[in-house]
């Protein structure tokens, strides 16, 4: 019924940046909060950052400062804005987001898209 189609990932030199996209498209009524979750080889998956539909935003610690979040609701696409990338960004993100589609007695839930890889190397 949904579908996160996530782009924009790469190899990146340290320093440098990357800018992450996600469209969500499919039989959507509203969508809630979106954000953006990594998973680095043999780590747990964690928040790297998240977006309300009306705007608030909150951070990893580890991303704070070099990381912005940001969503265009009229596309349906959240975007993760990584400047000063650091070899412990390296992981794949994941692309998340709270929707209510657009089907009778069907409880909003979570989506997930398929991930894309960032590496962070010289």
């Known amino acids: 019924q949904v579908q996160l189609v996530e782009s924009g990932g790469g190899l990146v030199q340290p320093g440098r940046s990357l800018r992450l996209s996600c469209a969500a498209s499919g039989s959507i009524f509203s969508i809630y909060a979106m954000g953006w979750y990594r998973q680095a080889p043999g780590k747990q998956r964690e928040l790297v950052a998240a977006?309300?539909?009306?705007?608030?935003?909150n951070y990893a610690d580890s991303v704070k400062g070099r990381f912005t979040i940001s969503r265009d609701n009229a596309k349906n696409t959240v975007y993760l804005q990584m400047n000063s990338l650091k070899p412990e960004d390296t992981a794949v993100y994941y692309c998340d987001a709270d929707v209510e589609v657009q089907a009778m007695f069907t409880p909003r839930r979570d989506y997930w898209g398929q991930g894309t890889q960032v590496t962070v190397s010289s």
């Open positions: 977006i309300t539909s009306g705007g608030s935003t």
